[in-house]
């Protein structure tokens, strides 16, 4: 039977809020979408029998969902139209045909362009883009030319455009199925938030996140009938009640006076009884206020005492793991902090280990109302071996000063060159020699880390000094002459040539060696890693087939290296100097987990200088050499937070963020950026399938939302 001209207008009213729900979520023109569906289906008329295929997709062998087949017309490029057979897909029902069309276009590289900046939302760009991609085949003698040309831009254009669709959508505005919020967003002073990046839950349970255009308007927001609205910006939450409207609903977000959780789907869009409800009216401009409190959460007290001496710790740096977020927290002059949670839920209380981040477990508890929450900082012990600057002679009874939560102490070492340190867990302790040499810098008592090797920095022990009556001049050789008086060490002032002017220093390049045996067996061995730290940059090596591997440094400048022994994680430091010994080092080998030394070698060797946009398969080779799980296979770098999740990783705070190596972090989809972006970090520089100048790969966008994730193992 004939659909009649009502039942046409009717079929697109009926998709009229599905369409503008996931155009809305996957930033695409709804216009696009409901011209295509006009087209492909005669208006609804010409729906494939069975399939509610409205978009005429067919089953290729990358389907794997219900298929049939159907004999349908297809054009030729001589221009004829011919039938044939062909599998197309079926849905269980239009919401989800529309949503597979998008995923469709996503997943073919042929319409990379309808998702490029310039062309994606806006409508006549993106009909053309399919046209030139060639979604569909349908030619058109052109009348001057006499040649067959491409029309299905053209079609669809003129299918929008005209009276009949006007008509369907303003019987889909007002069939009360949704509601269309445009949002204009305005600081303390009215003046446009332009290009402010906005997370929305929708109904309480569809998160999208967007940028504001530069109206500061992030338009299409699509509600349920009597629906809710939350917007987060600043880390403010501004809930809203939209009531049902026959046509779209325009409204003003102020920034909210109050600084709410930190999650937003804890409101749900919930108003507050000092809220002013959205009215119904379709130029409507209100001002929604956020509410001052959140009754759901439980307020309980920390307060932080030296286990030694029940004394409180003043103003202690200490991070909370709260909903698989780390965020750092420092407390009062009386060791105290007021904490807001949800009640029940678990809360894990972090120090600062060896390197100084917040990685140290100190204590684990669920959240109670009221509740004054002592914590106890044990006591840590490290024991520190001071050698000469060869690393061959252990210093016995040597002077040393520790400095340790703001006072200075003369040690001195046992006869064995060690000296035994102790202190609060997260604190920071700081060795130096009279002379004001640093032979240990601030390092934090942990739990992991419990022996430190350290090699003195003699340099110019016996400097040659000028004679006070005169000036040598500089020799063609480049000897150097010390200022009269100056001992060492010799500062870059203390050089100086016949003019008195300071004469650069040229630095000498050498290599040292490092070995590397099984602490078990004490043999040489090879593919053990360790890393190194030199001139504040740190690398992971793996040691060579022979378990050696020759490093080149400057002559006098000093490394760590730190590696895994039994339980502990040993840094040794060394100056660098001529003629130097193999360093041994034993380690214990990986039995299993993320081996981040393989991760970032692997993402190393598979790098280039330039992108390939495929970053999700390259950074997903290193993570499976590491010992990763992928299964099953993501398809997009946006979807590897689950992967990460399934993992073990755990998100970081990104206040005061310092990476590591095997840190991972995420980019969701945004704009073009269809599928989002991934990458490691190897110990030097972030790299993904190309190596990167840092986390924002961007042109043009000044700020990017992105999560990063860590393995603790």
Known sequence: MASTYEDKLNFIASIYCSVRRIAFKKDVSWETILAQVAQETGWGEKILVGTNNIFNIKADSRWKGPKSKHLVWEDKPNGKRVQEYHDFRNYKDLEEAIEDRVKFLEENQRYHK?????????????????????????????????????????????????????????????????????????????????????????????????????????????????????????????????????????????????????????????PSTRQTPVQNSKQTQTSIQAPNTDKSLASFKIKFLENDTNKSIENFSYGIFYKNKMKEHVGDSRGEEQVRAEPGSKITIYVKDFSGKLNQKIEEFNVQENVLKIIKIPIREIKVLIMNHSSTKAMENYHIISEYRGSKKNKYTKNDGTIILKGLAGFGVKLTIPSGQVVLPETYFDNKVLFYKRALFEKYEKPTLAKPTQTPPLKTDGEIVVSKNKTAPISQNDVRGNNGHPIKLVSKEGTFEVETYLDTTKALASNLSYEIVYKGQSRVHISGSTGRKLHKCEINEEISIKYKSGNKILIEKYTVIENMSPIKIYITKSKGGFNKAIFAQTLKANSTAKSRGLCAMYVRLAFEAAGGKVNPRPGSAYQYVKVMQDNGFREVDKDGYTPQIGDIYIIDRFGSHVHGHISGYNGSQWISDFRQNGINIYRGRPTISYRIFRSYD
Request: glycine share 8%; charged share 25%.
């Open 114 to 270: 309808f998702f490029s900046n310039g062309v994606r939302g806006i409508f006549e760009r993106e009909a053309q883009a399919l046209e030139d991609a060639g979604y569909a085949t349908h030619k058109e003698k052109n009348k001057a030319t006499g040649s067959f040309e491409l029309v299905y831009a053209d079609k669809l254009v003129e299918v929008f455009r005209g009276p009949s669709m006007r008509k369907a959508i303003a019987r889909g505005e007002s069939n009360g199925q949704c509601t269309i919020v445009n949002a204009v967003f305005l600081d303390d002073d009215n003046s446009k938030e332009i290009n402010k990046e906005v997370e929305i839950l929708i109904d309480g349970n569809i998160k999208i996140t967007k940028v504001t255009d530069s109206n500061a308007i992030i338009k299409g927001i699509v509600v349920k009938p009597n629906g809710t609205i939350s917007f987060k910006k600043d880390n403010i939450i501004v809930p809203a009640k939209i009531p049902s409207a026959k046509a779209p609903l325009n409204i003003k977000i102020t920034k909210a006076s109050t600084p709410i959780a930190d999650k937003l789907d804890q409101h749900n869009g919930t």
